[in-house]
């Protein structure tokens, strides 16, 4: 199939290259039919205003504002910013996941940060409320993601994530940046122009948890909110330990298991380091195959709130959602309900 699709979109493309110089009498230049064929794709290739891709992100490129977002797990060693240094999409800017939180909360690792704190973040970074940002990471579909539901959660709708990061851009061969990141905006955003608008109606809390599960439990699981957990299945089960020492591992009460690794897949096999975002039906196929109702509202969960974000955004693209609204994260996930000694823990 992935040949077969290779094949029809190489035809497509033949057949815009015969028509633009059959029409232009063979006046047309190769730098215009390239550019013609690069817009022609780049539209072909923007599934939804959500999720982008490298062409039409390559051809948009001064329309959009762009954050790089990459995140890794501390055990990885992985610096950030120093691979954003080495080389990065031309333009963009580093949002540090770790540095634009809620500082105050220092035993939950990413809770959201203050509307105001936030407003301040992103006049630094240059960004408006009226801004189209574009988000990317280095894992392909992952705290990119994050990013995008913060932002959905300061109000700020105009906000896509780029399939497949940053390992896409490069294999689509497109140009990069390499140096430190750009000094703090000064100047004409010294006063705070950027205003996060809360939508509280996709932020999830403990109390609001707690008290769903109890609706779960009283109803065997038919009332209330499905709780879908993001960590992989061993941390689930209790059968393998959490990455901070010393915190439970397990899952609430009626919670269902969809690790965020099955929303995901590599579609060339040539570069196996490109994950992009499964299709609609294939997302839809997984949800369903893992026991959720897309008709059911959700709370999405994990270790910190980093990949439940990305089974949020996953739920965006599947069809058969009743209504988007009805879709919350947990901001501080599985670290702020199993640090609570009152929090009821299932191993199975």
């Not at 990455?243 to 929303?263: C, D, E, K, W, Y």
């Amino acid at each position: 199939m992935l040949a077969l699709a290779r094949i029809q979109r190489q035809l497509s493309v033949n057949r815009l290259s015969s028509t633009l110089i059959t029409t232009r009498n063979n006046t047309t230049s190769s730098s215009k039919i390239h550019a013609a064929l690069h817009t022609s794709a780049a539209k072909m290739s923007n599934p939804s205003s959500i999720l982008v891709s490298s062409p039409w992100l390559h051809h948009n490129l001064r329309k959009v504002k762009v954050l790089d977002c990459s995140w890794y797990l501390p055990f990885m060693s992985r610096n950030c910013k120093d691979e954003f240094s080495d080389a990065h999409i031309p333009g963009s800017h580093f949002f540090d996941i770790d540095e634009i939180k809620d500082m105050s909360k220092s035993d939950l690792p990413h809770m959201l940060p203050p509307p105001e704190f936030f407003g301040s973040s992103m006049d630094k970074l240059g960004i408006s409320n009226d801004d189209h940002v574009v988000v990317y990471d280095t894992s392909g579909v992952g705290p990119a993601c994050r990013v995008f539901w913060t932002f959905r959660a300061m109000g700020h709708n105009k906000v896509s994530v780029l399939n497949g990061g940053f390992p896409d851009w490069v294999a689509h061969k497109y140009e990069t940046e390499s140096g430190a990141m750009p000094s703090p905006i000064t100047g004409i955003h010294d006063e705070r122009k950027y205003t996060g608008h809360p939508a509280a109606n996709l932020v999830c809390h403990y109390t609001d948890v707690v008290g769903n599960i109890e609706k779960l439990k009283a109803s065997c699981g038919t009332e209330g909110k499905q709780i879908i957990d993001a960590r992989p299945n061993g941390r689930f089960t209790g059968k393998e330990p959490e990455f901070r020492q010393g915190l439970s591992s397990g899952h609430m009460p009626h919670a269902i298991n969809v690790p965020f690794t099955t929303v995901t897949e590599a579609p060339d096999p040539a570069n196996p380091q490109v994950q992009k975002l499964k299709s609609p039906e294939s997302l839809a196929k997984v949800f369903k195959g893992a026991g959720v109702d897309l008709s059911r509202p959700i709370i999405f969960t994990c270790g910190s709130g980093v990949t439940a974000s990305v089974l949020y955004f996953a739920m965006l693209n599947a069809p058969g959602v009743s209504n988007n609204s009805n879709l919350t994260v947990y901001d501080g996930s599985w670290t702020e309900y199993a640090l609570n000694p009152h929090s009821e823990i299932v191993k199975d």
